[in-house]
């Protein structure tokens, strides 16, 4: 394994010196449950949805410290020899539970539970916690989009506004939130997400004029391709499209717009396309959109949007703000018992959840339910005695990784599941407005 | 090579459809200057922050498909086979000039400025602005907030509320922007970064009192640590960590509050540890904070801050929004001339630009100079004339990287570099309020 192919130093340092502390002390074996939970929603989310999973269990693979990491971690006298020899041959052993991707979640929804040594699950903190505020942001950010494109496709074209590698992850996590496609080359690779893209206007800047552009594109890409039509002038831009198309013997596939005022552009051009006969030509528009542009292009005859900025960042909120906080830990007598922290502001939960969606009596969901301490069987005979679907599924046993949920069907089976999960929530998670989440948390404690 | 070391395919689908349809038309040979700036500022950002440039010659010596790549576009048909061929040996062979790492940027300033054949600049695009707005946007924060801090260290605990690998090149941005230490441990590592962090919440939790957990904490780390006192209540949290050190034979070295207000609580904790006579027991805090948060936090007694969320998503602004376009150009008749757009809000301005720092009577900077057209030779006797600091320098020649400009020692010249930059800049650059950049940029034209 290359160094950088290691995810192990993806870590905050005061995990190792934890892990340190606890081996020096002998504690560092008790049993712990570690829960990944957010604890409110900013005004803009009316629910999360759940990304990352896939990406976490791949991480996950590959958490092992190379004898570089070791040897620069002991140079730099990070931790002592002993945690060094732990760390050598590190792998985790332990079981992980989460809600499947594509799922939402509310607050207090524990999207990962992490079940093994307190040194384990301490250095897991930072790259589950990475990787899931990230993900979750922006899949959730796509999902508003979605709901506000109200079926009209949506492509991720954010690769240029994110980090090279964040970005994509950034497309993936896009699809789980409904999005159809990605500009960014990496992550159609690696995921199978359909690739799009066809010109820039640095490629009409190229050519003497804007047809000679256009004809060398449709030369290579056929009729059938989007012309990026605002370079120039868009109307002069439209006429020379529609005609390159023609005299390359074909009907354009679809003219591109990057500026202006889009509703109005969109206006114009449908009738200009129409009044051309260009009736079959489709309108794709690209500049600075999120969700409330998006919504209020829906009365325009646009058939399809690619979106850049506000995706990757997460439309306002580019983290998803949530924790990892140790739930439950065993004590010096052996037994497991709900831990807290009390912190103004911070206050914990104590206890392993189990959770499940309560729906009314039109099938909508109602309630998250969260069974707090006891067994997971325990909990889930609490959640089916009140009627409640259960959200956890295993992703880890005995450190051995659910594979499947990181392959390409897994990532389409997220996408299917989250419209499923989405369609479950009352109307008020639809609206793009500021408010309460869709759905209220609560909290049912076993004995 | 390993196929995920290339950085190759970070790239958007339409940079290599381009590059097809310009070969495929004969014009993929065309000499181009294509330049990387930023329209404008938000109103928080009163000037910019030149972070990425040491990360983009890392990135361009691995920019080569490797024998994977090439079939996965073979199979998808993502390009013809003509591009393919292309491809195959390609390696960046032009060359690219920019501003130095931390220097301060404003509207227009030319970033980079590349310069090669059509095609090859194209193909860098994608690449290019990732890395640039990514690391821009977090640099610029940073500076933001060490301005707050006036001389109090800061330090970068964001990397679980950024994408694991955005996280790594956060830290590195956040060093230029004058932070002096990160959490992460992947990018001291990486970047020779100073590496932070004791304990968590779960440390103390896991442990049957608190003061066990500080006895421990201190027992591996020595009484200089720092000890994280908001676990279950300050003032006993306070106590028993000044105890836990003196029991151990010496003076706490810091203590951390991570919850509630700030302000009350660091006036509350300084107080006790003075009565205790631990007078030198420093606090440090690290709940959340921005510039904003720092700044009302400049009258309490606080030794250092730690950044975790806001740094990494770039207080408010997650991207640079620098954008890459082509400014002049081969026609067919050989002669390079300068290119713009027209398109409604999005114009550029042609030619290749020199750029070149103004400063008044006192010393402080009063423009940005940029200088429009003609070769770099003819730039350069048009800022000395005008008496402006040249601020671009090479960093690529005929393909040949400058490999000293990505070396951990260039890390903390550029540190040194923007503290120089930005103490140059009038009085308004150092406000946090909203308002315009410090500096105005002006265009000269070469005729």
């Known amino acids: 394994m290359p160094a950088s192919a290691s995810t192990a130093l993806l870590t905050d ?39 990352g999973t896939g990406r976490i269990l791949e991480a996950l693979e590959r958490f092992e410290f190379s004898s570089d990491q070791i040897d620069w971690l002991h140079d730099q006298r990070i931790v002592s020899d002993e945690a060094l020899d732990y760390l050598r041959g590190f792998r985790f052993s332990g079981s992980i539970d989460g809600y499947a991707e594509g799922e939402c979640y509310f607050s207090g929804s524990p999207l990962l539970t992490v079940e093994s040594t307190f040194a384990e699950c301490t250095l897991l903190e930072t790259l589950l916690l990475s990787i899931l505020n990230h993900d979750c942001a922006v899949a959730s950010a796509a999902s508003r989009m979605t709901i506000a494109a109200h079926g009209r496709p949506c492509v991720d074209m954010g690769a240029r506004r994110a980090h090279e590698r964040s970005a994509v992850s950034a497309a993936r996590a ?41 004809d060398a594109q449709i030369a290579l890409l056929g009729t059938g391709t989007t012309l990026l039509v605002d370079t120039y002038d868009v109307t002069e831009g439209v006429r020379n499209a529609v005609e390159a198309a023609r005299a390359a013997g074909g009907e354009l596939g679809c ?20 009044a051309m006969g260009a009736t079959t030509t489709k309108i794709t528009v690209t500049n600075d959109l999120d969700e409330y542009a998006i919504a209020a292009l829906g009365a325009a005859p646009i058939d399809s949007y690619g979106v ?40 914990t939960v104590a206890g392993r959840k189990t959770a499940g969606r ?23 005979a ?29 990532l389409q089976t997220a996408q299917e599941r989250h419209l499923r999960s989405r369609n479950e ?17 609560r909290y049912a404690a076993l004995s």
């Open 358 to 380: 309560v729906f009314d009596a039109d099938g909508y969901a109602s309630e998250e339910l969260l069974v707090a301490g006891g067994t997971p069987e325990e909990g889930l």
């Open 308 to 347: 850049g900025t506000r995706l990757v960042t997460g439309s306002g909120v580019p983290t998803a703000a949530l924790v990892y906080k140790m739930v439950a830990c065993e004590g010096p007598d052996g037994r497991t018992r709900g831990v807290a922290k009390k912190s103004e502001s911070k206050s």
């Open 174 to 214: 896009a699809v789980i939130g409904g999005f159809g496609g990605t500009s960014d080359l990496e992550a159609a690779k690696r995921y199978g997400i359909h690739p799009i893209g066809t010109a820039a206007h640095a490629f009409t800047l190229l050519h003497s004029s804007e047809r000679e552009a256009f």
């Open 382 to 410: 609490e959640l089916k005695r009140q009627g409640a679907r259960p959200l956890q599924v295993p992703l880890v046993r005995a450190g051995q990784i659910d594979a499947a949920a990181w392959s390409p069907e897994a």
């Open 13 to 51: 340092m005061y995990e190792l010196t934890m892990l340190d502390a606890a081996l020096h002390h002998g504690t560092e074996g008790r049993r712990a449950v570690f829960e990944v939970f957010g604890r409110r929603f900013p005004a803009t989310r009316r629910f999360g949805v759940v990304a």
């Open 255 to 274: 003219v591109r717009i990057d500026s202006g005022d889009l509703v109005a552009q969109a206006f114009r051009v449908r009738g200009q396309l129409d």
């Open 425 to 441: 929530l009352p109307y008020q998670a639809w609206r793009l407005s500021e408010g309460e989440a869709a759905i209220p948390t």
